[in-house]
């Protein structure tokens, strides 16, 4: 029969020997984190998000998924961070460009001038007209919202009243109009154009169109809008097609 009982050995060591096991020990428990925390470390630039890069897709994604304003604030913030760069006991900055710096040269620029009243120029202290020696120059960026308005044709008829009198056949002449965008329709090539580049250019569907356009006072439905620029395209871009054999070109 197999005898299962385990013996335990003692063996007995100095204690020179037994503090330098010991010591062996711990540097081997060091060593062991160290690994772990590089092989952590190693991961998580390998399939990790990494803090110290944000592409542009995971910051519109940040922005739609969360506020808006606060992400963005949060996102500037990271890149201030990532742009500072630590030079032995100061902090260098990179250059940052201000929205001015950026605006394109057709900008309109409306310049106000403040000055002092003429009576407030005298000098308190001999009573001569102060000298202008220089000028501070703020800059601010006005945004004017869409502006609506209707355009109403007046168009006048005449008559010669002469030959009215005198029964004779009275010739009548009127102004001359241009055509309406969509005969008998309300819309304008403004009006219409608005609404595309809102749609398919900055991605406002016609629901949340039709809701800003509500917020300001007008009743603008989104069917109107959708058969205003289906009828564009039947009067307008159709007629446009070139038709070459079994090739249709879209102008």
């Not at 503090?19 to 630039?45: I, N, P, W």
């Not at 057709?106 to 403040?114: D, K, P, S, T």
């Not at 008559?159 to 009127?174: L, W």
């Not at 809008?225 to 564009?232: F, G, I, R, T």
């Amino acid at each position: 029969m197999e005898n299962n009982t385990k013996t335990t050995k003692t063996i007995e060591i100095s204690v020179a020997e037994y503090e330098r096991l010991k010591k062996s020990e711990e540097e081997l428990r060091q060593r062991v984190g160290l690994l772990e925390e590089a092989l952590r470390l190693t991961k998580k630039k390998q399939f990790g998000s990494s803090s110290e890069k944000i592409s542009p897709e995971t910051k519109a994604q940040l922005i739609y998924l969360f506020d808006e304003a606060e992400t963005v604030l949060a996102i500037e913030d990271i890149i201030t961070e990532q742009e500072e760069t630590k030079v032995a006991a100061h902090t260098r900055k990179k250059k940052t460009y201000l929205l001015q710096d950026k605006l394109p040269d057709n900008v309109e620029i409306e310049v106000i001038e403040h000055k002092p009243k003429e009576d407030e120029r005298n000098c308190p202290e001999c009573g001569a007209v102060m000298e202008e020696i220089g000028q501070e120059v703020r800059r601010e960026l006005v945004i004017i919202p869409a502006k609506v308005k209707v355009l109403e044709h007046h168009i006048y008829s005449y008559a010669c009243q002469n030959c009215k009198q005198n029964n004779i056949e009275t010739p009548v002449i009127r102004a001359e109009k241009e055509s309406a965008l969509i005969p008998g329709g309300f819309a304008t090539p403004e009006a219409v154009a608005h609404i595309i580049t809102q749609k398919f250019i900055m991605g406002s569907p016609l629901y949340r169109q039709e809701q800003e356009w509500k917020n300001q006072g007008i009743e603008l439905p989104r069917q109107t809008m959708s058969n205003w620029m289906l009828k564009c395209v039947e009067l307008y871009l159709e007629p446009l097609s070139v038709h070459g054999g079994s090739n249709t070109i879209m102008l």
